[in-house]
């Protein structure tokens, strides 16, 4: 599993689910049902969803209940998280572990380009989860969403590629830097 583009597709999941409670299990499933992950292990793909929700918690996104007769852990998504996709806060969080070289125009430039990408990839996330209102609020116009839906998708998965490429450039750099 790619780590930053599971991350995005992870994030993605959660935005969709609005306000409703969930369990690792239930964002699992919706992760395995993503055509890259069908050929997942159910065991590994729950592990590592429960291993960032962890992290998610940590950083204020995530609020965890217990279900006492059920002994299950049950999430909600906290305003944080909405603030900081829509600032692109996390993100520099996670950049700030790995900092590019100041000295390099070449990889400071790699670097505006990535944050550049992130935030297109956060408008395409709230293009596609209006696509998915739009297709269930007009069933008239749900073949023209599911076009468009499709359409941002792909593009959101090529962008992804395009930030993953960045960020293995600007990883590799700073390891042999």
């Not at 930053?4 to 919706?30: A, K, P, W």
């Not at 940590?58 to 006492?68: H, Q």
């Not at 909405?82 to 790995?98: R, V």
């Amino acid at each position: 599993m790619n780590s930053e583009q599971n991350q995005q597709r992870l994030i993605s999941i959660l935005m969709s689910l609005g306000h409703c409670t969930f369990t690792v299990t239930d964002v699992r499933d919706q992760l395995l049902t993503q055509l890259e992950f069908s050929n997942a292990d159910p065991a590994k793909a729950r592990r590592w969803v429960a291993g960032k929700f962890v992290t998610f918690e940590r950083w204020g996104w995530l609020e965890k209940s217990t279900d006492e007769i059920k002994n299950r852990d049950h999430f909600k998504i906290l305003p944080k998280l909405h603030n900081d996709i829509a600032s692109g806060e996390p993100y520099e969080d996670l950049a700030s572990s790995s900092p590019v070289q100041e000295d390099s125009n070449a990889f400071q430039n790699l670097s505006k380009e990535l944050e550049q990408y992130r935030k297109t990839i956060i408008t395409q996330m709230s293009e596609i989860e209006e696509y998915k209102r739009v297709e269930h609020a007009y069933p008239e116009l749900k073949r023209l969403a599911t076009h468009r839906f499709q359409a941002v998708r792909d593009e959101n998965y090529r962008l992804l590629g395009k930030m993953k490429a960045l960020e293995n450039l600007i990883t590799s750099a700073e390891k042999n830097g």
